[in-house]
Each structure stands twice: as structure tokens, then as C-alpha cells.
Antibody, heavy 121, light 111 residues
Framework: EVQLVESGGGLVQPGESLRLSCAAS????????MSWVRQAPGKGLEWVSV???????YYADSVRGRFTISRDHSKNTVYLEMNNLTDDDTAVYHC???????????????WGQGTLVTVSS | QSALTQPASVSGSPGQSITISCTGT?????????VSWYQHYPGKAPKLVIY???KRPSGVSDRFSGSKSGNTASLTISGLQAEDEADYYC???????????FGGGTKLTAL
């Protein structure tokens, strides 16, 4: 059974850092496209970052230069390192697995329940 | 700046059919059939209900269907049930370096 479990969220002050983890089971993270998607309170879903099977990485403009996505094959886990956090980064952060169809991987077939990050002074 | 626009809310009575629209502003949205839809209950993991415009993942009810014409994609739920009451998001390819974008979401209320 495919499962994604996020952890690492919490309350931090503006300017601080946090590292989120997404532990996967039922499939191999390194063989899949893995993304982080967030939802700020009262807002919609916002894609944050993706790491491709071949290691190619992309970020949303809102986090580029501050966030870093990575993965650990031995732990079958994806990470999101978040630096210089601001109030606008307050959100529930979900990790999601990419689904490939017709050669394209722009869909997410499995999601975790998310971990809450609160940035406040 | 590209965007996907959804109505903030849609409602329907049990048994009825409802349609949620998703209008894209980029040429990529019109050219490519890379639209997906997600059902999201607050506090839960979002669930993929439609991908590649009109494909249903295994296990998703055939009451859910998708379509696209020009710059507007649509999600239709037929035979509306109380359990369908949730937030629905469209999502589409947004360019080679932007990856994907989500619409603002539509709150579906089953009256």
C-alpha cells in the first residue's frame, strides 16, 4: 500500500529555518517524481517544488532561493529544507507522488495528509 | 502571469449533476491536455479524481467526468451525493520550469 507521511512542521519565527520530511512506503521515492504542495489558511493549493527521477529540480517563484528539495534513497524519504521563512510561508505542507500518463508527469496520484508550518513572531 | 480561474462555489441537490469550470489564461493550457482535478476534504489528503482532462484513476466513481474545450476545462459530477461535498481544485501544466499551477478551488455544497 502506498503511503506518504509528512513530519517536521511546527511554530517558528520569521527568518528561521525548518526541515520537513516525507517518509514513503509502498514504492521507491527515487523512481518517481515527488512534489511538495502547500495550502495556506483559507487559501487554495499551491505547488512548491518537484524533484524528478533524474534529479532535476524546480521551484515555485515564491520559494526559489529559500527552499531546497532533496531525497534520501536509503531512507526512502523526501525533504524540504526551508530557510528565511516569512509569514506567507504559513501553511499545511503536503508531499505528493507524480503520476505519469502519456509520457507526462503533471498529476499527483498519492498525497500525504500534510504537516503544519506556522511562521509567527 | 498565467492563472487558472474557478468559481468560488457551486451547489446542487442530491441526484443532480453539477459542473465546475476551470479557465486558463496561458496558451499551454489550450495546447496541452494536461489538466487534473482533485477532491479535498479539509484536513485530509487531496485525492486525484481526473487526470489528462478526462481519465479516471482506478477506484474513482464513474460519476466523475472531465472535459476541455479551448481554454476552459470542466469537471462534472453526476448523481450528486452528500459525500461529494468538498473543495475541488483544477491543476494544469504551467511551463517547463514552472511545472504546474492550481486553480483557486471551488467549494461544492450538496443542498
Amino acid at each position: 500500500e502506498v503511503q506518504l507521511v509528512e513530519s517536521g512542521g511546527g511554530l517558528v519565527q520569521p527568518g528561521e529555518s525548518l526541515r520537513l520530511s516525507c517518509a514513503a512506503s509502498g514504492f521507491i521515492v527515487s523512481n518517481n517524481f515527488m512534489s511538495w504542495v502547500r495550502q495556506a489558511p483559507g487559501k487554495g493549493l499551491e505547488w512548491v517544488s518537484v524533484i524528478y527521477r533524474d534529479g532535476t529540480i524546480y521551484y515555485a517563484d515564491s520559494v526559489r532561493g529559500r527552499f531546497t528539495i532533496s531525497r534520501d534513497h536509503s531512507k526512502n524519504t523526501v525533504y524540504l529544507e526551508m530557510n528565511n521563512l516569512t509569514d506567507d510561508d504559513t501553511a499545511v505542507y503536503h508531499c505528493a507522488r507524480g503520476l505519469t500518463s502519456s509520457g507526462y508527469t503533471y498529476y499527483f496520484d498519492y498525497w500525504g495528509q500534510g504537516t503544519l508550518v506556522t511562521v509567527s513572531s | 502571469q498565467s492563472a487558472l480561474t474557478q468559481p468560488a462555489s457551486v451547489s446542487g441537490s442530491p441526484g443532480q449533476s453539477i459542473t465546475i469550470s476551470c479557465t486558463g489564461t496561458s496558451s499551454d493550457f489550450e495546447i496541452y491536455n494536461l489538466v487534473s482535478w482533485y477532491q479535498h476534504y479539509p484536513g485530509k489528503a487531496p485525492k486525484l479524481v481526473i487526470y489528462e482532462v478526462n481519465k479516471r484513476p482506478s477506484g474513482v466513481s464513474d460519476r466523475f467526468s472531465g472535459s476541455k474545450s479551448g481554454n476552459t476545462a470542466s469537471l462534472t459530477i453526476s448523481g450528486l451525493q452528500a459525500e461529494d461535498e468538498a473543495d475541488y481544485y483544477c491543476c494544469s501544466y504551467a511551463g517547463s520550469t514552472t511545472y504546474v499551477m492550481f486553480g483557486g478551488g471551488t467549494k461544492l455544497t450538496a443542498l
